[in-house]
Every structure is written in C-alpha cells, then in structure tokens.
C-alpha cells in the first residue's frame, strides 16, 4: 500500500521547479518545514534519495529526483482532469477558454460557433483573440491561448487537425468580365493590378501560387485587412486572392464581388484546429474541439459559401 499523498507530490514538484525549499514555500504560501517534511516523507516511501542538499544554496534534483519529478507532473495533471470531470458530470463543462482565430475568416467563423457552442456550454467562459497565423501560433506558445481555427503551419511545437479543405479564389469586381466564367487562370489576370492580403502565411501561400503558374507576383497594392481588400477590388481598383468566401459577396462599401475558381491544378489550403503538441488541453478547450469537429468540414464552414456544385 502507497503511504504518500497527493499534496506531499505537489509540494515535492514546487521545490523540484523552484531548487530552494524556500522558493518552493513561497510559491505555494505554506510553511517551509511542511515542504521539507513532504520531501522527507517521499525519499522514506520511494528509498531513494530525491535531492542533493547544497549549504545555502538550495537543491539538485538526483537522477531518481528527475525521473521522479516527471511522473508526479503527469500524476498530478491526471488528478486534476479527474476532478474536472468529475465537476463537468455534475455541473457541465465550465471554466475559461481562450480561443483564437486567424483574423482573415474570425468574422466568418466565429459568431455562429461562438454562438451554438454558447447554447451547448453556458458555464464557459470564453475570450477570442483575433490575429494573424504567425501570431497565433506564438500566442500557443506563450500560453495565452488554449487553441486556434487557422490554416495549416509548418512549426514542430505545434499540432494542426484539418477539418476543411478550401480552395483558393481569385476575387473580382461583380462586373468584371470574367466574373462569370465558372473558372479564371491566373495568366488571364496577370495584366491587372493585383491587390495583396498582406499576412506572413498568406502572402507566402499567393507567391507560392504565382509561382506554380509561372507567373511573378507583383502587387500593386496590398492591405492586412480582408475586408479593405474587398472594398479595394468592389471600387474597381484590381482584382485579389482569398481563400475566405463570405456567404455574403458584397464588400463593406455596398460593392458586389465575384469570387471565381481558379482553373490552374493548385493546392488548397487546409482549415482547422491548432494546438500546442503536448496533447494538453482544458476539458472547455476539448468541448470546443469536438463542436467544431460537428460542424466544420469541406462541404460546410460557418459564414462562408458552399463550395459549387
């Protein structure tokens, strides 16, 4: 039979984080000595030494120390998601969630989401913060957000889950002549005055496309605010590349668009969920993933079009 506790771990993983009984005391508002005993308690259950003691200078983990520090974490993580679910079972999924989106489809994406996950959740407490994909993936990092809706990105600290495939389309003004054709090759508008959403990703994603036709991307003008790149192309001022397409085709100006197929063989980009690759998540945030996983997918993204056909 196990004779150790819950809290003796938690306050072995404070001193083993911090190096100082002190520091460990400190951080978790409780007596030194209490610390010191929780230690002693373990090294006496597991028969192992955990630190190496320096006069004045605190502690160093031994290797048992080590090996042990990280089974705690992730027996002290276990403990707390069963008590979150055993709180969800009686109350619900509850608790805060910070949610990102990449900015280009956050208008689109997120009050219908926002809205039925709402419905489905009341006890959670939801933040968006609304950036570009570079931005996003940052705040991941940082912790300032527990997931992201964005496009796929190559970036081995983070996990990506497509949910839809979207095609790139070339975003003209409604009377454009070729705003009828059910598809445009980018050749036949490489003449015109291109406007460029201007974001770290999605600039890459268009000049990799340009590239793909043969063709040199060179805009005339460019913005980092879709919905200033549609008025742009509404007043007639060229023509632009968007992967978003609103269920709404008339830009914020009151000008009708025109959002057409490309007709060259050019890869699509992908939308999902983005995580930190850890594989951690509040049981808000896996409540949230599984509503999108219901209601995203390629033939189907909230506040967007259908795909034709």
């Given amino acids: 039979m196990r004779r150790f506790s819950l809290r003796q771990l938690a306050y072995f993983v404070a001193a083993g984080e ?12 409780i007596s030194q000595p209490s610390i010191s005993a929780a230690i002693a308690a373990l090294e006496q259950e ?12 605190g502690l160093s983990l031994t290797g048992a120390g080590e090996r042990i520090l990280v089974a705690a974490r992730a027996l002290l993580a276990q403990a707390d998601e069963l008590g979150d679910l055993a709180r969800d079972m009686a109350t619900g ?5 910070r949610l990102g989106a990449f900015r280009t489809l956050s208008a689109l994406l997120l009050p219908d989401l926002v809205a039925g996950f709402a419905a489905d959740h009341p006890g ?51 009377g454009h002549a070729l705003a009828a054709r059910p598809a445009v090759a980018l ?45 742009m192309v509404g007043s007639g001022l060229g023509w632009s590349l968007m992967t978003a397409r609103p269920a709404s085709q008339v830009a914020a100006n009151g000008h009708a668009l025109a959002y057409v197929a490309l007709a060259d063989a050019l890869p699509p980009m992908e939308l999902g969920l983005l995580t ?3 594989g951690r998540r509040t049981r808000a945030a896996q409540a949230f993933a599984a509503f ?13 079009a259908p795909l034709p056909g």
Avoid at 93 to 97: A, H
Avoid at 124 to 142: F, N, Y
Avoid at 208 to 213: K, R, S, T, V
Avoid at 292 to 304: E, K, W
Wanted: charged share 20%.
């Fill in 18 to 29: 911090t190096g100082s009984v002190t520091r460990a005391a400190e951080r978790l508002a």
């Fill in 46 to 57: 597991f028969a192992v030494d955990l630190f190496v003691r320096h006069h004045a200078q």
């Fill in 93 to 97: 999924v509850t608790g805060p969630l």
């Fill in 124 to 174: 959670v407490e939801l933040t968006m913060v609304e950036d570009d994909e570079a931005g996003l993936a940052t705040r991941l990092r940082r912790g300032e957000i527990d997931l992201a809706l964005s496009y796929a990105q190559a970036d081995p600290a983070l996990a990506f889950e497509a949910l839809a495939v979207l095609p790139t389309y070339a975003v003209l003004p409604a």
């Fill in 187 to 231: 050749a036949e508008l490489a003449g015109e005055r291109f406007i460029l959403l201007d974001l770290p990703i999605s600039r890459d994603h268009f000049r990799a496309l340009f590239a793909m036709a043969g063709l040199a991307m060179a805009p005339a003008a460019r913005s980092d605010q879709p919905e200033t790149i549609r008025a």
């Fill in 276 to 278: 930190l690759g850890d």
């Fill in 292 to 304: 999108c996983r219901a209601r995203i997918s390629s033939a189907h993204v909230p506040g967007m």
